[in-house]
């Protein structure tokens, strides 16, 4: 069976990237099509000569305004001819599963997220100012009816949790299976703590892309108001906002940036908990944490369901809020955690499950469009 992988697009490092370098890995000698490509930000695991790019690529600095593009995305999608192909597997949370595929393809799409800048007001008012909003209204109307129309294009639908299976049926009107992704639970476990200045610290942490609409200032200010330290991992256009309020605050927070693998591991190991403000349509940090053993405070709408077990394995809060979170903080300190249980339940989401689950979905689909 003669196969192609179709991805949105290579210009952040992310779980989705990382995702995809698994589904890459099962089928080795697929090519892979995408809109633009930053060639540092390609996981290592995936060769690059494997990697087919559309007409964006050409255009000039395109890697430094990536974003302002939006509206080219689909067009680019739409320009690839994959002739020939038995099957098609994309991997979205915006426009890859948009792909025109030739009669007798199956097109079989995994998403990741449904893009929530044209199906939910609320989130586009955290991605952009409301004057930008404003002039962009109509691009934006347009790219959510040809986002609707497009949809129909995929054959099959895998949705990456309960949560985004739910969002596929309301906007696209399709029906899709549920594939967890996967973290690296063998990475992540208990382990012994070398940075003994760490060792000495009693924190909560946040590992997560500091951006606005994830609401990080609620942690900020929560564990303010409860004396307690807080440690920040990750990198992003609020960072800048968000040390801003901790020295205004005068907060005991530490930003610690971009982290090793190895640097990761030791801070889910030392902390108290790690804390999730933000709606999340799986979450990735959720399940490395406790694959660690240790409990995540979440705010309780989205995926995050899926992966905690509300006071076995993390508590969650039902409002967006600072007094909420700080009654989920509150809750967490009194309880008592069993590493052993919060990292059983995290083993549900091994890679290796994951690839089975994946293979043996897409095998059925194949099956069921034979028949058919």
């Not at 995408?34 to 050409?58: A, C, F, G, H, Y």
């Amino acid at each position: 069976m003669k196969v192609a992988l179709v991805h949105d697009d290579f210009m952040q490092a992310g779980g989705a990237e990382s995702l995809f370098a698994t589904i890459a890995s099962l089928w080795p000698d697929a090519p892979i099509y995408t809109s633009l490509v930053n060639w540092e930000k390609i996981p290592m695991s995936i060769d690059k000569n494997r990697i087919r790019t559309s007409w964006m690529q050409k255009i000039p600095l395109a890697k430094y305004f990536f974003k302002a593009l939006l509206p080219l995305y689909p067009f680019a999608f739409e320009s690839f001819d994959l002739p020939n192909y038995d099957l098609v597997i994309s991997s979205t949370t915006r426009f890859a599963k948009s792909i025109i595929t030739r009669a007798g393809t199956i097109h079989i799409s995994y998403v990741n997220s449904v893009p929530r800048f044209l199906w939910s007001q609320k989130s586009l008012s955290h991605y952009l100012p409301k004057i930008v909003i404003f002039i962009a209204k109509p691009i934006l109307s347009h790219l959510k009816k040809w986002d609707r129309i497009s949809s129909s294009r995929a054959d099959f639908y895998i949705a990456n949790s309960q949560n985004v299976r739910e969002r596929i049926k309301k906007f696209y009107h399709q029906n899709s299976e549920v594939v967890f992704p996967h973290a690296n639970t063998d990475y992540f476990r208990g382990a012994k703590i070398h940075n003994w200045a760490l060792k000495n610290k009693n924190y909560y942490l946040v590992v997560s892309r500091l951006a606005k609409w994830k609401k990080i200032e609620l942690a900020i200010k929560a564990t303010l108001e409860l004396r307690k330290n807080l440690i920040i991992v990750g990198d992003g256009p609020d960072k800048n906002r968000l040390k801003s309020l901790a020295r205004l605050l005068n907060a005991n927070v530490e930003f610690e940036g971009r982290v090793s693998l190895q640097e990761l591991r030791e801070l889910y190991n030392n902390c108290k908990a790690l804390i999730i403000t933000q709606q999340e349509d799986f979450g990735i940090a959720a399940v490395e944490a406790q694959s660690c053993g240790k409990p995540v405070i979440a705010f309780s709408i989205g995926g995050v369901k899926e992966i905690i077990t509300n006071l076995k394995t993390g508590v969650l809060f039902n409002e967006q809020s600072t007094s909420s979170l700080k009654d989920a903080i509150e809750k967490s300190h009194k309880l008592k955690w069993n590493d052993k249980s919060i990292r059983n339940n995290a083993l549900r989401f091994s890679k290796s499950k994951f690839e089975n689950n994946l293979r043996k979905t897409v095998e059925s689909y194949v099956k069921a469009n034979t028949r058919s």
